[in-house]
């Protein structure tokens, strides 16, 4: 598996994924914001969590304008794997890669604390590697992960089976308690809370591994 | 030319900010406060004096960048 992780002015969670694809056993690429092209041979591209861009207009408004995001953009239009945590989720929504978009929390307060979700489908690369509903803890760490989307996009999401994950006690407001959502295609994936960081023992959990495993393992048979 | 944008929520879009604001206003004493609605205000400098042609630009300004037409709308004033 090669991974290209992407840093934008303002990314704080991009080693902390890069960490999260290599104990997978990843070969990993950090990829500056103003590269045109993406290394050759990148099967998944890791959007980091962060401020990209200060959070000015919208968050992840600005770096999905970025030169990296076109080519981005081409990777999933090809058939890619893309990975989106946090700003890296908001990025990908205001790509309009996933439907929907990330308001601020209902409760107003930046919320920084580890939560559960339920796995909502195991049908993709990234939830294989769990059962059917299991419960894992991941941290959460945003002020901005309130999951919009109108009645329309929420019937074409449950019924294509597209929500990853739900949040056991919903945290800050979003629709149907949706947590990380997937693309038509189930390669793109973007979701708030930090899988990466839940890897470690040291990190106060390991329930992240097994969705980078399960990564590595999809592309260690493709 | 000179264009100003404003973007809101959609009205059928919550706006946790202007509940926010309209407490505040009430514990205030300002008890006569019904809906508060938050937005945003852009002023935009433009070189074209074709108020049509700024017209259009902006609009798509708009679509492509300033507004997220999922959960906001907006409107354009040429000045």
Same mark, same amino acid.
């Given at each position: 598996?090669?991974?290209?992780?992407?840093?934008?002015?303002?990314? *704080?969670?991009?080693?902390?994924?890069?960490?999260?694809?290599? !104990?997978?056993?990843?070969?990993?690429? /950090?990829?500056?914001?103003?590269?045109?092209?993406?290394?050759?041979?990148?099967?998944?591209?890791?959007?980091?969590?962060?401020?990209?861009?200060?959070?000015?207009?919208?968050?992840?408004?600005?770096?999905? /304008?970025?030169?990296?995001?076109?080519?981005?953009?081409?990777?999933? +239009?090809?058939?890619?794997?893309?990975?989106?945590?946090?700003?890296?989720?908001? @990025?990908?929504?205001?790509?309009?890669?996933?439907?929907?978009?990330?308001?601020? *929390?209902?409760?107003?307060?930046?919320?920084?604390?580890?939560?559960?979700?339920?796995?909502?489908?195991?049908?993709?690369?990234?939830?294989?590697?769990?059962? +059917?509903?299991?419960? @894992? @803890?991941?941290?959460?760490? &945003?002020?901005?992960?309130?999951?919009?989307?109108?009645?329309?996009?929420?019937?074409? !999401? /449950?019924?294509?089976?597209?929500?990853?994950?739900?949040? +056991?006690? *919903?945290?800050?407001?979003?629709?149907?308690?949706?947590?990380?959502?997937?693309?038509?295609?189930?390669?793109?994936?973007?979701?708030?809370? &930090?899988?990466?960081?839940?890897?470690?023992?040291? /990190?106060?959990?390991?329930?992240?591994? +097994? !969705?980078?495993?399960?990564?590595?393992?999809?592309?260690?048979?493709? | 030319?000179?264009?100003?944008?404003?973007?809101?929520?959609?009205?059928?879009?919550?706006?946790?900010?202007?509940?926010?604001?309209?407490? %505040?206003?009430?514990?205030?004493? $300002?008890?006569?406060?019904?809906?508060?609605?938050?937005?945003?205000?852009?002023?935009?400098?433009?070189?074209?004096?074709?108020?049509?042609? %700024?017209?259009?630009?902006?609009?798509?300004?708009?679509?492509?960048?300033?507004?997220?037409?999922?959960?906001?709308? $907006?409107?354009?004033?040429?000045?």
């Amino acid at each position: 598996m090669k991974a290209a992780v992407i840093t934008f002015p303002g990314s *704080n969670c991009d080693r902390d994924l890069a960490r999260g694809f290599e !104990l997978a056993g990843a070969e990993v690429v /950090q990829v500056w914001h103003k590269e045109t092209e993406l290394p050759a041979g990148t099967d998944i591209v890791g959007v980091p969590g962060g401020y990209s861009y200060g959070d000015y207009l919208r968050c992840g408004a600005i770096a999905a /304008q970025s030169p990296v995001a076109r080519a981005i953009a081409a990777h999933a +239009a090809r058939g890619g794997y893309v990975l989106g945590i946090c700003n890296g989720f908001q @990025v990908l929504t205001e790509m309009r890669l996933l439907p929907g978009a990330l308001m601020r *929390n209902a409760g107003l307060k930046f919320i920084c604390k580890p939560v559960t979700l339920r796995v909502a489908t195991t049908d993709s690369a990234y939830t294989a590697g769990y059962a +059917a509903a299991t419960e @894992v @803890v991941f941290p959460v760490a &945003h002020h901005d992960g309130n999951y919009s989307i109108d009645a329309e996009g929420l019937a074409r !999401l /449950q019924g294509d089976d597209r929500v990853a994950f739900r949040y +056991a006690a *919903n945290p800050n407001g979003s629709t149907d308690d949706i947590a990380g959502v997937l693309s038509p295609n189930r390669r793109v994936l973007g979701m708030m809370p &930090h899988p990466e960081r839940a890897v470690e023992a040291a /990190q106060g959990g390991t329930d992240g591994s +097994a !969705l980078f495993r399960a990564l590595a393992g999809v592309m260690a048979s493709a | 030319m000179k264009a100003r944008v404003h973007v809101m929520l959609k009205d059928a879009v919550l706006d946790p900010q202007g509940e926010a604001v309209r407490h %505040a206003l009430t514990t205030l004493g $300002f008890a006569d406060v019904g809906r508060v609605r938050q937005g945003k205000v852009i002023d935009i400098d433009l070189a074209t004096t074709d108020r049509a042609a %700024a017209e259009a630009e902006v609009r798509a300004m708009c679509e492509k960048l300033l507004a997220n037409t999922v959960i906001e709308k $907006f409107d354009i004033e040429i000045v």
